[in-house]
């Protein structure tokens, strides 16, 4: 296969990966059962644990997150961690969502969930996913739910009734991000559509977490398919690479955990018991620890001697306003991963993490750009700072740069997605030692 074709491929499999996890919930259980595949095995926070050397594992939290590691056969005393996030900015269904208007329309009630371009969700086909708890025999049992079809719109206001709209417009979410959904000609019909989608009886449903996702399919386009679009690109680009990383990557090596994080709820602070800022990895790798036969510090030795990629995506120098850029770090799309820097540690790169990672590309012949964002712009935070308070570790920020970020249809090159992938599989691959005044690196 041409290099060209698979920069191509690599990007198409992504789209549909994306197509298939239109929430979190899905997003876990498309990463699980590929982990399966490649003969991993499901772990469970509530019982005992017991690990076999050579063995990979994934443990869920939440039906949202997801933590999968893998062990070498002989010696474990470090882990190499790549982590990323399951959530996109969207809206949430809200209780009791169904609402009628003028004795005709039925609309339903929602709420932000993140920070995201509104205007964008207009004028577009959305529809409905996320989680059924049901009621079984006495016991609540998940369900995920997806209706696949167009379903909802958010209709704009014509220019006729608002001559200023293309001045400025400042969006009161309670009243106009209210989604179009029927005729109401019968109460109660959205959740017959839910739980028809999820092939269960409505009275069997006890509780619910919905939420909109935007219907337009990816697509690859612009000259030589330089481009493409999608929605979720940030993350699910670097969660979808680092799977394809842990899995397709050589056995761990000797002395190495290989470790794969994907955090829910990244987009509203992290806070949560699934989210990066939570003991979840914390608990997942003393677990591992104390089944090896690790002492308390055996396993404080180990996170000093360990390392992580936090991988969630940047800004791309945009065409139509480059003066939002930083003026001497102009990264592009197609030019390789992004390193990314704040000096208020937004995101964890330092120069040793920086220096390990760049030497860790130049090997796998992976290219790398800086990311910083404009002093006067200030940008948002992600993973890896928050996960760094209950496992302190070197720690580097990475990402791909894009367009349109947290708008529900992003823009990315098609280059990326490869090179993201081809420089976690060489992270995974290489050897890492802790000396006294710095690391060996050996591929």
């Known amino acids: 296969m041409h290099t060209k074709d698979k920069f ?3 990007t198409r499999e992504l789209i549909r990966f994306i197509e298939d996890s239109p929430s979190p919930y ?3 259980r498309n990463v699980t059962q590929m982990l399966e595949q490649q003969g991993y095995s499901r772990l469970y926070e509530h019982v005992k644990w017991e690990l076999k050397p050579g063995a990979g594992y994934y443990v869920v939290r939440g039906d949202s997150s997801v933590i999968a590691f893998c062990l070498p056969e002989k010696t474990a005393d470090h882990f190499h961690i790549i982590a990323s996030h399951s959530d996109s900015p969207t809206f949430k269904i809200k209780e009791n969502p169904e609402r009628g208007k003028e004795g005709r329309y039925v609309t339903l009630n929602v709420e932000k969930y993140g920070g995201m371009l509104i205007g964008p ?10 989680r059924l708890l049901v009621q079984e025999e006495g016991a609540l049992k998940t369900r995920l739910v997806q209706v696949d079809r167009d379903l909802l719109m958010l209709p704009s206001l014509a220019i006729h009734m608002d001559r200023s709209a293309n001045e400025g417009h400042r969006f009161e979410i309670q009243k106009e991000i209210m989604p179009l959904y029927g005729e109401g000609r019968e109460a109660g019909a959205f959740w017959d559509e839910v739980a028809e989608s999820a092939g269960i009886e409505k009275e069997a449903v006890v509780s619910a977490d919905l939420m ?3 219907r337009t399919p990816g697509t690859i386009w612009g000259e030589q398919q330089a481009f493409f679009s999608a929605p979720k690109l940030d993350d699910l680009l670097c969660a979808y690479a680092s799977v394809r990383a842990l899995s397709g990557s050589r056995p761990a090596r000797d002395g ?3 470790v ?10 992290s806070g949560t018991k699934q989210g990066a800022c939570s003991t979840f990895l914390q608990d997942t790798l003393e677990r591992i620890n104390a089944c090896l036969g690790g002492s308390d510090e055996d396993y404080r030795m180990a996170v000093h001697r360990s390392f992580m990629l936090s991988a969630d995506n940047g800004h791309a120098v945009h065409p139509n306003y480059p003066e ?6 102009r990264p592009v799309m197609n030019g390789g991963v992004l390193i990314k820097y704040n000096a208020n540690q937004k995101y964890t790169t330092d120069a040793v993490s920086a220096a390990i990672f760049k030497m860790i590309c130049q090997k796998a012949e992976v290219p790398t750009q800086t990311y ?3 002093s006067d712009v200030p940008g948002g935070s992600t993973l890896g700072n928050l996960s760094n308070m209950h496992v302190s570790l070197n720690t580097i920020d990475i990402g791909v740069a894009q367009l349109a970020m947290h708008s529900p249809y992003e823009t990315a090159g098609t280059k990326d997605p490869l090179y993201m992938r081809q420089a976690m599989t060489a992270f995974y691959e290489t050897k890492l030692s802790v000396e006294e005044d710095g690391y060996r690196i050996e591929a």
């Open 8 to 10: 191509i491929e690599e």
């Open 26 to 28: 899905h997003v876990v």
């Open 121 to 130: 969700w207009f004028d577009r086909p959305l529809s409905v996913a996320g």
């Open 212 to 214: 909109l996702y935007p």
């Open 256 to 258: 190495q955990i290989k």
């Open 260 to 269: 794969c994080c994907i955090f829910d709820n990244e987009e509203v602070g």
């Open 324 to 329: 939002k850029a930083d003026p001497t770090n």
């Open 372 to 374: 910083v964002n404009h």
